[in-house]
């Protein structure tokens, strides 16, 4: 095998991995899309990080709704279910 054929082996085994890449990017944005879509207006539901206590170690109030990480554990909000 010549240094030609071995430098067109790679060209392709590379051009096939960039392919593969974009085609799974483009799968994933596509995801998202339809599910941006799919929901009403737009939102996902349960944005709230004051739900999880690894990003509130401060125990501050929700910006969305300005519930307290203790008032989630009776939350009937429909955007929190």
Request: proline share 2%; glycine share 10%; aromatic share 8%.
């Amino acid at each position: 095998m010549s240094k030609k054929d071995c430098i067109f082996v790679a060209q392709i085994y590379v051009m096939g991995i960039l392919l593969i890449t974009v085609v799974l990017l483009l799968l994933a944005v596509a995801g998202i899309a339809i599910k941006i879509w799919g929901k009403k207006d737009g939102k996902f539901a349960g944005t709230c990080a004051s739900q999880n206590p690894f990003l509130n170690k401060d125990g501050e109030a929700c910006g969305f709704c300005g519930k307290s990480p203790e008032e989630f554990e009776n939350c009937t909000e429909e955007v929190h279910q």
